[in-house]
């Protein structure tokens, strides 16, 4: 597909990168030529200098043939303004980033007249990912499929761990059935596991399941963490508003330490049930006073990448259950990871993988298996997919042991009506069967491209 994208930022960025090594035709618009040289020489892109709200730029970046235009410059206006002419010059579809929530809140009344395809709000996205972890401090990360009925969960197995050491086939057989780890990174190598890999502390791991299906495992294993009551929140940050306002609604008790007064009393407005704290939360002193070593939770969502980890660090020392930190910058998470700070969180990653996902179903939109949900994991180096199968096919009614299946992946979940089955050789793939696969492969457009090719 040919998608022009207006806006150079850290999104946009991440966009064409990762767009173009699935051979999208991309051209990024920028009115900053030094960065745009940049990008261009770093990725396989077209770049053209100016304004993405001109006419006459968007002529230049070939508009009217475009199958999508996706505006995420840092202007919430400027983007929807993009998205409006690119719409009427010929584009096929638009997608903008909002990120103001009076603009969000009401994008329902204006969408249709802005002629968006999508809007996106990168803090939102990020708040909901929080509070699913906030809700189950168990895990470091959830991603939900299938309608939130079956979740991917991260976490790290310790030394004192129960399964550490264990083989998955002896930890099926101790433990469940009802759980199928799917993928583990160890240090920087990411691998799809068979039934004799044997599990080491320091593994990263992916298990799939229903919600019922991971709490119990995490029971049985002895790792099971209580939803949170009391959180820490430094910085007020759009991130911060809601969360907030999400958390509060469900009972939990908010306190969040921003340092510009003005903020504070805007969020004071805007969530008057949370506890506003005026003053610097990279100041221990202060995060004593306001009861740092008797919350649940900690969550670092400053617009510093370098504060955000150190506040996450003293967090830590002070025994705190759950801390949850906001790094935007890749080249840090590795050293984050390193220091013991499990979930990480990244505007710019939520951002680039809605719409991804959105994209691929374009794509598919006429196809037999459609996708439905696409994330991206450990850097980009794992991608879970949501396949729903729409008619019958070659692969239908076959059991998967009968399945030529390409190397590096695995049929996680599959959802049948409300059943969630963790397959084994014996089970058939079925006509509006959701089928979630796991892989190492950034490439499969379709679930038919999942079973090698014969002759």
Same mark, same amino acid.
């Given at each position: 597909?040919?998608?022009?994208?207006?806006?150079?930022?850290?999104?946009?960025?991440?966009?064409?990168?990762?767009?173009?090594?699935?051979?999208?035709?991309?051209?990024?618009?920028?009115?900053?030529?030094?960065?745009?040289?940049?990008?261009?020489?770093? $990725?396989?892109?077209? /770049?053209?200098?100016?304004?993405?709200?001109?006419?006459?730029?968007?002529?230049?970046?070939?508009?009217?043939?475009?199958?999508?235009?996706?505006?995420?410059?840092?202007?919430?206006?400027?983007?929807?303004?993009? &998205?409006?002419?690119?719409?009427?010059?010929?584009?096929?579809?638009?997608?903008?980033?909002?990120?103001?929530?009076?603009?969000?809140?009401?994008?329902?009344?204006?969408?249709?007249?802005?002629?968006?395809?999508?809007?996106?709000? #990168?803090?939102?996205?990020?708040?909901?990912?929080?509070?699913?972890? $906030?809700?189950?401090?168990?895990?470091?990360?959830?991603?939900?499929?299938?309608? /939130?009925?079956?979740?991917?969960?991260?976490?790290?197995?310790?030394?004192?761990?129960?399964?550490? /050491?264990?083989?998955?086939?002896?930890?099926?057989?101790?433990?469940?059935?009802?759980?199928?780890?799917?993928?583990?990174?160890?240090?920087?190598?990411?691998?799809?596991?068979?039934?004799?890999?044997? +599990?080491?502390?320091?593994?990263?791991? %992916?298990?799939?399941?229903?919600?019922?299906?991971?709490?119990?495992?995490?029971?049985?294993?002895?790792?099971?963490?209580?939803?949170?009551?009391?959180?820490?929140?430094?910085g007020g940050s759009r991130v911060s508003y809601y969360l907030s306002k999400k958390l509060s609604g469900m009972g939990i008790q908010v306190k969040i330490?921003?340092?510009?007064?003005?903020?504070?009393?805007?969020? &004071?407005? +805007?969530? #008057?049930?949370?506890?506003?704290?005026?003053?610097?939360?990279?100041?221990?002193?202060?995060?004593?006073?306001?009861?740092?070593?008797?919350?649940?939770?900690?969550?670092?969502?400053? /617009?510093?990448?370098?504060?955000?980890?150190?506040?996450?660090?003293?967090?830590?020392?002070?025994?705190?259950?759950?801390?949850?930190?906001?790094?935007?910058?890749?080249?840090?998470?590795?050293?984050?990871?390193? +220091?013991?700070?499990?979930?990480?969180?990244?505007?710019?990653?939520?951002?680039?993988?809605?719409?991804?996902?959105?994209?691929?179903?374009?794509?598919?939109?006429?196809?037999?298996?459609?996708?439905?949900?696409? %994330?991206?994991?450990?850097?980009?180096?794992?991608?879970?997919?949501?396949?729903?199968?729409?008619?019958?096919?070659?692969?239908?009614?076959?059991?998967?042991?009968?399945?030529?299946?390409?190397?590096?992946?695995?049929?996680?979940?599959?959802?049948?009506?409300?059943?969630?089955?963790?397959?084994?050789?014996?089970?058939?793939?079925?006509?509006?069967?959701?089928?979630?696969?796991?892989?190492?492969?950034?490439?499969?457009?379709?679930?038919?491209?999942?079973?090698?090719?014969?002759?």
């Amino acid at each position: 597909m040919k998608i022009v994208i207006i806006g150079d930022g850290k999104v946009g960025h991440k966009l064409a990168k990762q767009l173009s090594e699935e051979d999208h035709d991309i051209v990024l618009v920028d009115y900053k030529s030094e960065k745009l040289k940049n990008s261009m020489n770093e $990725l396989d892109v077209i /770049g053209i200098e100016g304004d993405g709200a001109s006419h006459e730029v968007l002529i230049e970046a070939g508009i009217e043939n475009a199958d999508l235009a996706i505006a995420c410059t840092s202007s919430d206006s400027m983007n929807m303004m993009c &998205c409006l002419l690119a719409k009427n010059l010929g584009a096929d579809r638009t997608i903008a980033r909002v990120r103001n929530p009076i603009y969000y809140k009401q994008m329902y009344l204006i969408k249709d007249d802005l002629r968006l395809s999508m809007a996106v709000n #990168p803090e939102l996205e990020v708040a909901e990912e929080i509070s699913r972890v $906030l809700i189950f401090p168990s895990a470091s990360k959830i991603e939900t499929f299938a309608k /939130g009925k079956v979740e991917l969960v991260e976490f790290k197995v310790d030394q004192e761990s129960s399964i550490n /050491g264990l083989s998955l086939e002896e930890l099926s057989k101790k433990y469940s059935h009802s759980v199928l780890i799917c993928a583990v990174q160890r240090n920087q190598e990411v691998i799809i596991p068979g039934g004799n890999f044997n +599990l080491r502390a320091g593994d990263r791991i %992916y298990i799939a399941s229903s919600h019922k299906g991971v709490e119990k495992f995490f029971k049985v294993t002895g790792k099971y963490k209580n939803r949170v009551s009391t959180v820490i929140i430094c910085g007020g940050s759009r991130v911060s508003y809601y969360l907030s306002k999400k958390l509060s609604g469900m009972g939990i008790q908010v306190k969040i330490i921003e340092r510009d007064y003005d903020r504070c009393m805007e969020l &004071c407005e +805007l969530i #008057p049930q949370v506890t506003i704290i005026h003053g610097d939360a990279t100041d221990n002193e202060l995060l004593e006073e306001e009861g740092i070593d008797r919350v649940d939770a900690f969550v670092a969502l400053t /617009g510093i990448d370098e504060e955000n980890i150190i506040m996450s660090m003293y967090a830590k020392t002070r025994n705190v259950s759950k801390v949850v930190t906001k790094v935007n910058r890749e080249a840090l998470t590795s050293i984050v990871d390193d +220091l013991g700070i499990e979930t990480l969180v990244s505007p710019k990653t939520v951002t680039a993988d809605t719409i991804l996902g959105y994209v691929r179903a374009m794509q598919n939109s006429l196809a037999s298996a459609n996708i439905e949900t696409v %994330y991206r994991l450990i850097n980009g180096k794992i991608e879970a997919v949501e396949f729903i199968i729409r008619e019958n096919t070659s692969y239908t009614d076959t059991p998967i042991k009968d399945m030529k299946l390409k190397d590096n992946l695995l049929i996680a979940c599959i959802v049948r009506k409300r059943k969630i089955i963790i397959p084994d050789g014996e089970e058939l793939l079925k006509v509006g069967d959701s089928v979630i696969i796991v892989t190492t492969c950034h490439r499969f457009k379709d679930l038919k491209d999942i079973f090698k090719v014969e002759g």
